[in-house]
C-alpha cells in the first residue's frame, strides 16, 4: 500500500531564502507525482505535475524533481515571498489510477 | 473557464442530522471525484463518479454516499452525522478519471467546511 511522507511538517523562513520541501513515497511504480498549494481554509491549487519519465518540472521560481528510484520529490522554492505562505502537498494516483494518495503536508511560513 | 464550484462553502449541522454537498465540475469533465480533509487524517478519497456511476470508493462507512447527474453535476450526502464528520469536503473534477495519465489533472473546488455539533 502506497503511503506519502512529507518533512519536515512545518517551516519558517525570512523572505528571500531558497528552500526544499520533501517528499518520499513507499512504492515508486508511480506514473506521476503532483505537488499542491493550499492556503488555510480553501481548496487546493495544482502547481506542478512530473510525469514518471520526467525528472523535474519547472513553473516561475519554483521547481520540482523526481526521483522513482530512491521514492523522493522535491520542491525547490526560490527567493521565497510572504505570499508563498500556505501548505504544500504532494499527492500521487493509487496503483489502479482512480485516486490521488497525500501527504500530509508542509506548512511554510516566510517571513517579511 | 469556470473552475470547479461547491456549495455551500459553510455549514453547522448537530449530531444526528444530515447534510448534503453539491459540486459543479468544470464543463466537459465527467469524473468527479470527492476528499475529506481533516487536521487528523489529512486528505482521504471519498468516492468517484463516472457518468452518473461510482466506479471507486474508499474506506468510509456507508453513512458516506453520493450520486451524478446526467450533465456530470455531483452531490455527497452524510447522514447520522458525528462529532468526527466536521471536516472540509473538497470535490474535484477531472476528464475521465484515470490519474494515472498526465492529460487527466484532478482540479480541486473552494471545498465545503462541515461543522457538527
Known amino acids: 500500500k502506497q503511503e506519502v511522507t512529507q518533512i519536515p511538517a512545518a517551516l519558517s523562513v525570512p523572505e528571500g531564502e531558497n528552500l526544499v520541501l520533501n517528499c518520499s513515497f513507499t512504492?515508486?511504480?508511480?506514473?506521476?507525482l503532483q505537488w499542491f498549494r493550499q492556503d488555510p481554509g480553501k481548496g487546493l491549487t495544482s502547481l506542478l505535475l512530473i510525469q514518471s519519465s520526467q525528472r523535474e518540472q519547472t513553473s516561475g521560481r519554483l521547481n520540482a524533481s523526481l526521483d522513482k528510484s530512491s521514492g523522493r520529490s522535491t520542491l525547490y522554492i526560490a527567493a521565497s515571498q510572504p505570499g508563498d505562505s500556505a501548505t504544500y502537498l504532494c499527492a500521487l494516483p493509487n496503483q489502479a489510477g482512480t485516486a490521488l494518495i497525500f501527504g500530509k503536508g508542509t506548512t511554510l511560513s516566510v517571513s517579511s | 473557464k469556470a473552475g470547479v464550484t461547491q456549495t455551500p462553502r459553510y455549514l453547522i449541522k448537530t449530531r444526528g442530522q444530515q447534510v448534503t454537498l453539491s459540486c459543479s465540475p468544470i464543463s466537459g469533465h465527467r469524473s468527479v471525484s470527492w476528499y475529506q480533509q481533516t487536521p487528523g487524517q489529512g486528505l482521504q478519497f471519498l468516492f468517484e463518479?463516472?457518468?452518473?456511476?461510482?466506479?471507486n470508493k474508499g474506506n468510509f462507512p456507508g453513512r458516506f454516499s453520493g450520486r451524478q447527474f446526467s450533465n456530470s453535476r455531483s452531490e455527497m450526502n452524510v447522514s447520522t452525522l458525528e462529532l468526527g464528520d466536521s471536516a472540509l469536503y473538497l470535490c474535484?473534477?477531472?476528464?475521465?478519471?484515470?490519474?494515472?495519465?498526465?492529460?487527466?489533472?484532478?482540479?480541486f473546488g473552494a471545498g465545503s467546511r462541515l461543522t457538527v455539533l
Open positions: 512504492d515508486s511504480a508511480i506514473y506521476n
Open positions: 474535484a473534477s477531472s476528464l475521465n478519471g484515470d490519474l494515472n495519465s498526465g492529460a487527466n489533472v484532478l482540479t
Open positions: 463518479y463516472f457518468s452518473e456511476t461510482q466506479r
